[in-house]
């Protein structure tokens, strides 16, 4: 339910708060990207305090993971307040009351990502976030792809919330209290599947339209000032098949994981922030492509998280 790319509708200039209007900026850019912000402030201090020094190798990235999963939820979640009107339009006709679940889903998403950073019911938060997402998938995008089985874009939707969905579950089982003794908990599995199923498909996507920029496939294309577009939409294609395929068989998932999460964040950092700062005022196509992004590369890293550092074949 939260965008992907799309217009946006200003809110009335008496409700634009007069530092905005300094600057005109409007209160459709500006809370997207101070709900992101505030994400980063409230979480990093505590990452690099408390869960950093106790990391080693390449687990140090993993406490980021959270950080990565929960900022874009904030700049989803504000897009349900500034620009509800368009996301009513997401939602199927048969569906009651649609005012009513934009705004639930939007304080869901920031209730869900501040429990997220702070560790504060999280494994519930985590649980009720993933079969939102999951509900996503069912009610929404998999009728989209009953009726347009050919679109790339339904199934590329599709699968994108069904990793959101994974990465939330992930989160949730790596959190169970007690932690299950006789194996990984099955909400880690469950997460797994619901990453390394997608993670495939995108990249085979890759290879089928390498015209679009890299990560999470939908519409937007590789930029032209980037040099060699096919040689890192086959790159990352190649990276995305491997840690798909390794997620799903079961086989080194951890390190799957581990590397996707890399991958994707540095698609985020040198594709998608230099998108975002060539133009920060197109939310559509600028902010809502780097937030899905970075939530691909937290859902990786957080299932990497979960996962066990020496794999268990027979779960």
Not at 126 to 138: N, P, R, Y
Request: hydrophobic share 60%; net charge positive.
């Amino acid at each position: 339910m939260h965008m992907v790319n799309c217009g946006f509708q200003q809110f009335a200039h008496a409700h634009t708060p007069a530092a905005l209007l300094v600057f005109s900026v409007s209160a459709r850019v500006f809370w997207p990207y101070f709900a992101g912000v505030a994400l980063l402030a409230i979480g990093l201090p505590i990452i690099i305090k408390n869960e950093l020094p106790q990391a080693h190798g390449l687990d140090k990235i993993m406490p980021f993971g959270r950080l990565f999963f929960a900022i874009p939820m904030g700049v989803f979640a504000s897009q349900h307040f500034t620009v509800t009107k368009l996301v009513v339009l997401l939602l199927p006709s048969w569906i009651p009351a649609h005012l009513f679940w934009v705004y639930l889903v939007g304080t869901a998403l920031i209730a869900a990502a501040l429990s997220i950073i702070l560790k504060r019911q999280a494994q519930l938060a985590a649980t009720l976030l993933g079969i939102m997402f999951f509900l996503f998938v069912v009610l929404l995008h998999i009728p989209n792809v009953v009726v347009n089985p050919r679109d790339r874009f339904a199934w590329a939707v599709a699968l994108r919330d069904l990793a959101f969905s994974g990465g939330a579950f992930a989160f949730a089982g790596a959190h169970m209290k007690p932690r299950p003794t006789d194996g990984v908990p099955r909400l880690v599995t469950l997460g797994r599947l619901f990453v390394g199923i997608p993670a495939a498909f995108f990249g085979v996507e890759h290879f089928l339209h390498p015209e679009f920029a890299p990560g999470v496939p939908l519409k937007k294309l590789t930029p032209t000032w980037i040099p060699a577009r096919l040689l890192w939409a086959y790159l990352a294609g190649a990276v995305l098949v491997a840690a798909g395929v390794s997620l799903i068989v079961n086989k080194k998932a951890r390190l799957a994981a581990t590397y996707l999460g890399i991958m994707i964040l540095l698609l985020c950092l040198f594709i998608y922030l230099p998108i975002v700062v060539a133009i920060p005022s197109d939310i559509g196509n600028g902010l809502n492509y780097f937030a899905d992004t970075l939530l691909f590369s937290g859902v990786a890293l957080v299932l990497a998280d979960a996962l066990p550092k020496e794999d268990h074949p027979h779960v």
